[in-house]
């Protein structure tokens, strides 16, 4: 079957840098996507990969291991803004992408 | 405006009317996607559409119906609403295989009383 892990909820630091790990198991893979959803609204796109290695845009960066179904989404110096939940969607061979149940992360001053 | 609306952004239905929540694209995306999410389930897709005219199942599709005849709009029914269609209803959609996935619309709060 097909299916993605995540933590349910992180804590971290103003200022501070965090990372939330994402497993994956899909039939065919054609990407791994981020977004972020702050509470009551749309899930936003935040990164996008689809080879091994480490994807870095700002603050954020992502990584991916095809080999090992694994990617990390990587925070650096935390605003409060930051607050919200991180979800890992694993695109399968139809196309379709397999979401996780998201990373709540609350940032502390 | 460019980009994908929903509406109503708040819905409150007794049980058993029927409902209609509305989308609307305008980048003429090809797929169309209807989602719920619900504390601790995470997104969890309803039907989705690859094309005008065509459309699928997705993990959740009991007590839904959808229709696409025009490319720019996905419409999903609640035929007979019911208190566990409480939740909070996301349309998307994006081209196959875009790098940048899904683009959401900005969701519906559905109440069932």
């Known amino acids: 079957g097909q299916n993605i892990d995540q933590p349910t909820e992180m804590t971290a630091t103003e200022g501070a840098i965090v990372q939330i790990n994402c497993t994956y198991q899909?039939?065919?893979?054609?990407?791994l996507f981020w977004y972020q959803q702050h509470a009551g609204e749309a899930p936003t796109f935040l990164s996008y990969?689809?080879l091994d290695g480490l994807e870095e845009k700002g603050r954020f960066s992502s990584f991916l291991s095809r080999s090992k179904g694994y990617s990390y989404l990587l925070l650096k110096e935390l605003q409060m803004k930051d607050s919200a939940s991180y979800l890992c969607?694993?695109?399968?061979?139809?196309?379709?992408?397999?979401w996780g149940a998201g990373t709540k992360l609350i940032i502390k001053p | 405006d460019a980009g994908i609306t929903q509406s109503p952004r708040y819905k409150i239905t007794e049980t058993g009317r029927q409902v209609t929540l509305m989308c609307h694209q305008t980048?003429?995306?090809?797929?169309m996607f209807w989602y719920r999410q619900d504390l601790g389930h995470g997104l969890r897709l309803i039907y989705y559409?690859?094309?005008?005219?065509?459309?699928d199942k997705g993990e959740v599709p009991d007590g839904y119906v959808v229709s696409r005849s025009k490319t720019e709009n996905f419409p999903l029914t609640l035929e007979s609403a019911t208190r566990s269609q409480t939740s909070v209803y996301f349309c998307?959609?994006?081209?196959?295989?875009?790098?940048?996935?899904?683009?959401f619309g900005s969701g519906t709060r559905l109440t069932v009383v």
């Open positions: 899909t039939s065919g893979f054609n990407g």
């Open positions: 980048w003429s995306h090809s797929y």
């Open positions: 969607a694993a695109m399968d061979s139809n196309y379709q992408l397999i």
């Open positions: 990969n689809v």
């Open positions: 559409s690859a094309a005008a005219d065509i459309t």
């Open positions: 998307a959609s994006s081209e196959l295989g875009g790098n940048y996935g899904y683009t």
